[in-house]
């Protein structure tokens, strides 16, 4: 009885222990699943980030204003949280035009309009805007837009008078050759019809 | 050969033209006619009994071609007209003349100064060639053009 006693306590420490011991586990395993999820969150971008162009400002003239519409999204961390914000103008070649850099507080979502100065020196053509969010030990999430330089309206009229006038003269020089090589034609015609009159009367 | 500058009165300039033709008809001739023509010109000479057989029209007054040995150039077309004499007298062989009937005609349709530009390229051509020039004139008309171009002419009669 003594013996079937002892091992019943026996059985029950057993038991204690193990229960521990699978707690312990359990309790590990919970500590470990949520550092797995912190760990997630410092891999993957928790931010996204969406740039777009009004339709009106799809062309800018050379010195004028760009105008983009950015919005951050924060999927991961609850709270305020000081992104950095880098802004890139680049031409088709992927060549720098503009460089702007900033610090933005983002709760849960941020929206904000950004403005950029395009050079006048600029080349005309199309570019892109690229923003990017860097966050949590250089984490980045990027977006682009396209857009398009264009020469400004006063120099397209300087233009198309540069143009038109070229085209004037370009015309009117064709004119004065077709005029020309007429006259040329009628006073060879004539010098012939001369020749032809001359041999007819005196053989 | 010589070129010369007739100044006559409007009476007696037809027959100023008939006698030249007449003295000069053994050689080929062009005939510029300027207030008559050429179908005027040569009934004209015709009647005379003036030969026109060797005489080459260039007709300023109508411009319809009748005769294909006719050239019709507008007296305004100073360019052509001097372009149609210099051909002809290069390319007639031999001595020749040239009568303009009447010079002051072309004021009608020109610049004094084209006129007198015209005249300086005919007499120029002619001149070291075998071609006798003779310009015939009105006394009455152009008398500014006639004072601007006898210096061209070797020799000006007034009669």
Do not use: W
């Amino acid at each position: 009885m003594k013996t079937r006693g002892n091992l019943f306590i026996l059985t029950i420490l057993v038991f204690t222990l193990l229960s521990s011991v699978a707690s312990a586990e359990l309790l590990n395993l919970k500590t470990e699943s949520k550092n797995y999820s912190k760990e997630q969150v410092e891999n993957n971008s928790f931010f996204d980030i969406f740039i777009t162009i009004p339709q009106n400002y799809e062309k800018v003239e050379l010195g004028a204003e760009l105008l983009a519409n950015v919005k951050l999204i924060n999927l991961g961390s609850s709270g305020r949280v000081d992104v950095l914000m880098v802004y890139e103008i680049k031409d088709v070649d992927d060549k720098p035009i503009i460089t702007k850099k900033e610090t933005v507080a983002v709760e849960t979502q941020a929206n904000f309009v950004r403005t950029f100065d395009i050079p006048q020196d600029a080349e005309t053509g199309a570019y892109k805007i690229y923003a990017k969010i860097i966050y949590a030990d250089g984490k980045e999430a990027a977006a682009e837009a396209s857009f398009e330089i264009v020469k400004p309206s006063s120099q397209k009229t300087k233009d198309y008078l540069i143009y038109g006038s070229l085209a004037v003269i370009i015309l009117a020089i064709l004119i004065y050759l077709s005029i020309k090589s007429k006259v040329i034609i009628d006073r060879i015609k004539m010098k012939l019809q001369i020749r032809s009159i001359v041999k007819k009367k005196l053989g | 050969m010589a070129s010369t500058l007739i100044i006559i009165s409007v009476e007696n300039l037809q027959k100023e033209v008939n006698d030249v033709v007449k003295t000069l008809s053994a050689n080929p001739g062009i005939y510029v006619s300027l207030n008559k023509t050429h179908e005027s010109i040569e009934n004209i000479l015709k009647k005379e009994k003036i030969s026109t057989n060797k005489l080459f029209f260039i007709d300023c007054v109508t411009s319809e071609q009748k005769r294909n040995d006719v050239l019709h150039i507008s007296p305004r077309e100073l360019d052509k007209l001097s372009s149609a004499i210099s051909t002809f007298i290069k390319d007639i062989p031999g001595k020749k003349f040239l009568v303009i009937d009447a010079l002051s005609t072309l004021l009608i349709y020109n610049d004094e100064n084209k006129v007198a530009q015209f005249v300086k390229e005919i007499t120029e051509f002619a001149s070291g060639k075998e071609v006798e020039v003779i310009a015939l004139s009105p006394k009455t008309k152009g008398e500014e053009l006639l004072n601007k171009i006898f210096n061209f002419f070797d020799k000006v009669k007034k009669k």
